[in-house]
């Protein structure tokens, strides 16, 4: 995770293929990171399916023998870490078993031809805590997964499609050092 912050505050929601790029080295992670540590007090959001599907990927990465058990480990503690910081936020805002958000994030997954989760999560982003921000502040969403990007796009979300794009499309680019006289 970024120690500086420099720049300016948004949410920023990640869906788990964006997240995992925050703990495992991967195409992405630098670019990822880089954004983050731009952000004045960056605050960091993911759905809880979301986040229960980032575990789910360090244990396919550990079982594929791409992470040894010590690794594998230690990026849980990190990540687990950082919810417990408050570095990320789970957000619950709208649990599967809420019954009487069932009918829009299904009529979501099937407009779009999503799966559950990801359907929550746009849900999420639209209709949950940070939706009336506007503008500059606006929520961001963050995936490298092409058809969620797209979906979210055209579901009027402000979009960062990590696989995609080198930056976030309307990035203004503010340097990634830090400000004068700050050490």
């Given at each position: 995770?970024?120690?500086?912050?420099?720049g300016?505050?948004?949410?920023?929601?990640?869906?788990?293929?964006?997240?995992?790029?925050?703990?495992?080295?991967?195409?992405?992670?630098?670019?990822?990171e880089?954004?983050?540590?731009?952000?004045?007090?960056?605050?960091?959001?993911?759905?809880?399916?979301?986040?229960?599907?980032?575990?789910?990927?360090?244990?396919?990465?550990?079982?594929?023998?791409?992470?040894?058990?010590?690794?594998y480990?230690?990026?849980?503690?990190?990540?687990?870490?950082?919810?417990?910081?408050?570095?990320?936020?789970?957000?619950?805002?709208?649990r599967?078993?809420?019954f009487?958000?069932?009918?829009?994030?299904?009529?979501?997954a099937a407009?779009?031809?999503?799966?559950?989760?990801?359907?929550?999560?746009?849900?999420t982003?639209?209709?949950?805590?940070?939706a009336?921000?506007?503008?500059?502040?606006?929520?961001?969403?963050?995936t490298?997964?092409?058809?969620?990007?797209?979906?979210?796009?055209?579901?009027?979300?402000?979009?960062?499609?990590?696989?995609?794009?080198?930056?976030?499309?309307?990035?203004?680019?503010?340097?990634?050092?830090k400000?004068?006289?700050?050490?």
């Amino acid at each position: 995770m970024p120690e500086e912050n420099v720049g300016w505050s948004i949410p920023i929601y990640l869906d788990a293929s964006a997240a995992v790029k925050l703990f495992v080295n991967e195409d992405g992670s630098v670019r990822l990171e880089d954004f983050i540590g731009r952000k004045w007090a960056a605050h960091l959001h993911i759905t809880e399916f979301a986040f229960y599907e980032t575990l789910g990927v360090f244990k396919k990465k550990l079982l594929r023998a791409e992470l040894d058990r010590d690794r594998y480990f230690n990026i849980i503690a990190e990540i687990t870490g950082s919810v417990e910081e408050r570095e990320i936020e789970i957000d619950s805002s709208f649990r599967p078993d809420s019954f009487h958000h069932f009918a829009d994030i299904y009529e979501l997954a099937a407009k779009h031809s999503l799966d559950w989760s990801d359907a929550l999560q746009v849900y999420t982003v639209l209709k949950g805590k940070w939706a009336g921000f506007r503008y500059e502040s606006t929520a961001m969403f963050i995936t490298a997964d092409q058809a969620l990007a797209n979906a979210a796009k055209l579901e009027g979300l402000r979009v960062w499609n990590l696989a995609k794009e080198d930056r976030p499309s309307d990035d203004p680019g503010l340097p990634l050092d830090k400000p004068e006289g700050q050490e």
